[in-house]
């Protein structure tokens, strides 16, 4: 048994949207938002194929990072993070900006479209107890990413139509960090 208690990290059944951090075998880091699936004690990642798998599939590890900056969400989803927004904590990549980390060690199911990656917590930290309102406009940064990194493979208009309806709840519900996220998240799509 691990000595992470998973719910510390406030971390619940259903699907936790993180930042996972992964690294290649050659040393190179990556950051990818993911839903952190909890179902029936089990904890699991749902991944199409991307760098975040190739990794895993080199080097079975995983940092999930708990994140509330919506820029680094939009860079994370649709580009690279870079490494100075990168540090390397018993020599594998955290997210600098992260409020709490969770690593664990991976177990890969591969699928031919969608592979399965079971998870075992092995160390964690928690960094920030930050008390945070529900904002409407920070959901509609995260609903965004999500059809900007379809809109970004298929090129469909109705990506585009819903990324324009949470464009308008950002405007309207954000604040300085979620205009900039979307703005930036229009920049990477091309639009
Ligand atoms: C909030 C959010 C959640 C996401 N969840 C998943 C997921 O659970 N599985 C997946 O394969 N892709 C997911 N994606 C899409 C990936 O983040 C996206 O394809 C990314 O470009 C993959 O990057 P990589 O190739 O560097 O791993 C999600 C995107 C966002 C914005």
Redesign the pocket.
């Known amino acids: 048994m691990s000595s992470v208690d998973i719910r510390e990290f406030g971390i619940h059944d259903g699907i936790s949207?993180v930042i996972v951090t992964t690294m290649s075998k050659d040393g190179v880091p990556?950051a990818?938002?993911?839903?952190l699936h909890q179902k029936d004690g089990r904890l699991y990642?749902?991944?199409?194929n991307?760098?975040?798998?190739d990794n895993i599939l080199e080097k079975p590890l995983a940092t999930a990072n708990i994140v509330d900056d919506p820029v680094l969400?939009v860079r994370s989803?649709?580009s690279d993070i870079g490494h100075e927004g990168i540090e390397f904590v018993e020599g594998f990549p955290v997210l600098k900006g992260a409020l709490a980390w969770i690593r664990f060690e991976c177990k890969v199911r591969k699928g031919e479209d969608i592979s399965v990656v079971e998870l075992s917590p092995v160390s964690g930290a928690v960094n920030s107890r930050t008390v945070k309102p529900i904002n409407r406009g920070f959901n509609a940064v995260?609903e965004a990413?999500?059809d900007a990194?379809r809109y970004v493979i298929f090129r469909e208009k109705k990506y585009l139509e819903r990324i324009g309806y949470y464009d308008k709840l950002v405007r309207k519900c954000g604040g300085a960090q979620e205009k900039e996220a979307m703005q930036l998240l229009y920049e990477l799509i091309g639009e």
């Open positions: 949207e990556n990818a938002p993911m839903g990642l749902r991944l199409f991307s760098k975040t798998l969400f989803a649709l995260i990413s999500v990194t």
